[in-house]
T-cell receptor, first 113, second 115 residues
Framework: NAGVTQTPKFQVLKTGQSMTLQCAQDMNHNSMYWYRQDPGMGLRLIYY???????DKGEVPNGYNVSRLNKREFSLRLESAAPSQTSVYFC????????????FGPGTRLTVT | AQSVTQLDSHVSVSEGTPVLLRCNYS??????LFWYVQHPNKGLQLLLK??????LVKGINGFEAEFKKSETSFHLTKPSAHMSDAAEYFC?????????????FGQGTELSVKP
């Protein structure tokens, strides 16, 4: 199993450009999550999808949109990138029942100039 | 509301000496608690988890943590540090009653290991 995969690994955007970060998991997990990581701030939740067909805002959703394409895939879109969105983005997934740990992808490092 | 405070932003130890990374939490309900490790330019890996079974939890690579409800603490320890333990460590809480299984992260503790 590949676990949680993310593409791309690195990306540089100019202010105002748009892009979509892709995430897929092969563990048959129901719930998926998008986080951003900034120095000294831990990880902050952007959006999550508790199950296929549902999405909800997290702590820092402004400037982002998400799509739960199917059970495996959960994408994050920046419609008009801003320098404040320079960050490392992580996708994660979790089973619905039982223990609550999340499994993380390797991350996407995004720079907006 | 849930929150997590990691009491040290940076800890430095010598190889072979004990490691202590401190974490206090706040939770309205019965919490699940986790420690994750992140090596440089890598994703997050689960070290260990507490989910209301034994209060002393053993994880990978010789780490363990003790859940102390009276102190609202979940400190991470290791008897003898190895150079490969140098990384950033995150203490994480999740209320088992919360919808969506959301995790709340601490700010992280960077562990340095000197030869």
């Amino acid at each position: 199993n590949a676990g949680v995969t993310q593409t791309p690994k690195f990306q540089v955007l100019k202010t105002g450009q748009s892009m979509t970060l892709q995430c897929a998991q092969d563990m048959n997990h129901n719930s998926m999550y998008w986080y951003r990581q900034d120095p000294g701030m831990g990880l902050r939740l952007i959006y999550y999808s508790a199950s296929e067909g549902t999405t909800d805002k997290g702590e820092v959703p402004n400037g982002y949109n998400v799509s739960r394409l199917n059970k495996r895939e959960f994408s994050l879109r920046l419609e008009s990138a801003a320098p404040s969105q320079t960050s490392v983005y992580f996708c994660a997934s979790r089973r619905t029942s039982g223990a609550y740990e999340q499994y993380f992808g390797p991350g996407t490092r995004l720079t907006v100039t | 509301a849930q929150s997590v405070t990691q009491l040290d932003s940076h800890v430095s130890v010598s190889e072979g000496t004990p490691v202590l990374l401190r974490c206090n939490y706040s939770s309205s309900y019965s919490p699940s608690l986790f420690w994750y490790v992140q090596h440089p330019n890598k994703g997050l890996q689960l070290l260990l988890k507490y989910t209301s079974a034994a209060t002393l939890v053993k994880g990978i690579n010789g780490f363990e943590a003790e859940f102390k409800k009276s102190e609202t603490s979940f400190h991470l320890t290791k008897p003898s540090a190895h150079m490969s333990d140098a990384a950033e460590y995150f203490c994480v809480v999740s209320d088992r009653g919360n919808q969506g299984g959301k995790l709340i992260f601490g700010q992280g503790t960077e562990l340095s290991v000197k030869p």
